[in-house]
């Protein structure tokens, strides 16, 4: 019988657990670095070493950090339903966990691309890059993350992956940032959706979610138990 399709939309708090910080909370990483500073293309124009720096940092963390139980688990999924996840983390921990059809919306960390030439996108593992570094073209080399203030060319493919879901869920993010906040209007009215997060989220669109209050961990093992009925 066909699996049924089980979409998933992460954000930060889903490797919180791993030990990667989140955005928003206390202590969380735009506490200690202003995003004017580290994560517009203004910043990359006015101080490069700076920006390309901090993106060095949180690859080389990645060397550091291992997928928790909720990655894992989200993995398991797939056993039983035919998982799509949507992630806004640029980390690799739900590929490092197993999982297989992932959409990074805001990049990845493992990827460079050229400042000229868009399409030359490298693969460069948990590697630095500094000024200097080339695309074969000859043009410097950024990081493959999207900056505040630009688009995000895969929002186009999100939007129909979520309006096919027949379970959707949830996991470590404020809903703060669109357009992937956004996404979540695109789930079909009908379906079962969750939300794992253990502070309140306020949900955009006044939208009913079954909430599991817990962390990413503990969470994904309620949400296994309870999506057994439809498998
Ligand atoms: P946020 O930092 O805004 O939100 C993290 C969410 O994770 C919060 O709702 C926390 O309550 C929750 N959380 C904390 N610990 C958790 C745990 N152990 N298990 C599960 N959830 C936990 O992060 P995002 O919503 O992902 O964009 O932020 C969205 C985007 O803003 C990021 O992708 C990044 C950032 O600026 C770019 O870099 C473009």
């Not at 200690?32 to 580290?38: G, L, P, T």
């Not at 493919?157 to 992937?180: K, R």
């Not at 955009?204 to 296994?224: H, Q, S």
Request: proline share 5%; with cysteine; hydrophobic share 40%.
């Amino acid at each position: 019988m066909k699996k049924k399709r089980l979409v998933v939309l992460s954000g930060a708090g889903m490797s919180a657990e791993s030990g990667i910080s989140t955005f928003r909370d206390m202590g969380g990483l735009w506490e200690k670095y202003s995003i004017e500073e580290v994560a517009t293309p203004e910043a990359f124009q006015n101080n490069p070493e700076l920006v390309l720096e901090f993106y060095n940092q949180r690859r080389s963390q990645l060397e550091s950090v291992e997928p928790n139980e909720g990655h894992k688990i989200i993995a398991r999924l797939q056993q039983n339903f035919d998982v799509q996840i949507i992630t806004q983390n640029v980390d690799n921990l739900h590929e490092r966990a197993g999982s297989k059809n992932i959409l990074h919306l805001h990049g990845e960390l493992t990827k460079v691309r050229s400042t000229k030439h868009p399409n030359l996108i490298y693969d460069i593992g948990t590697k630095p890059i500094k000024i200097g570094d080339n695309c074969d073209k000859g043009a410097q080399l950024r990081p493959h993350i999207v900056w505040f203030g630009e688009s995000v060319p895969a929002i186009d493919q999100a939007v129909p992956i979520v309006n096919s879901a027949d379970i959707f869920v949830v996991i470590g993010t404020s809903l703060n940032v669109y357009p992937a906040a956004g996404l979540i209007m695109y789930a079909k009215h009908e379906i079962p959706k969750f939300l794992i997060d253990p502070n309140n989220v306020e949900v955009p669109y006044g939208l009913d979610f079954n909430v599991i209050k817990k962390g990413a961990g503990e969470g994904a093992l309620e949400l296994e138990k309870k999506i057994n009925q439809y498998i």
